[in-house]
């Protein structure tokens, strides 16, 4: 027999894994690979929403479609209150454009542009719309 103690099929038994063991292996692998993602995605969140609060960022100074459809892959999440029938909610009003273009309606931080324009010493009339 070679010199193992064991026959071939008892050794291997012991040193093999079963298909059950490994699924639980890969269960616990996944929970703990969930838990570090929420984790890292949180800090890469608070991050962000710092830099937005400390530079005045917009969705449209970082190009993102504020649509619906739009957000992750297409699919809209459901959040808050349904849709009710009647008025929709359409584009925002356009309350302030500059010559360039760039536009804000009045609601959120001031985007960057327009900060930087009231700061040379315009006001916010010169935007009105």
């Avoid at 957000?71 to 309350?95: I, Q």
Wanted: hydrophobic share 30%; proline share 3%.
């Amino acid at each position: 027999m070679g010199g193992n103690r064991f026959p071939c099929n008892i050794q291997r038994a012991h040193m093999t894994k079963t298909y059950v063991q490994i699924q639980k292996q890969i269960e616990t692998l996944q929970r703990e690979a969930d838990k570090l993602k929420r984790k890292e995605v949180d800090d890469v969140i608070a991050k962000i929403k710092e830099a937005i609060r400390v530079y005045g960022l917009t969705a449209d100074d970082l190009s993102l479609d504020t649509r619906a459809g739009a957000r992750r892959g297409g699919v809209a999440k459901k959040r808050g209150r349904p849709a009710t029938k009647g008025k929709s909610r359409g584009a925002s009003t356009v309350k302030y454009r500059d010559e360039s273009g760039n536009t804000w309606g009045g609601r959120g931080p001031r985007p960057q542009w327009l900060r930087d324009a009231l700061g040379a010493g315009k006001t916010l009339q010169d935007f009105a719309v």
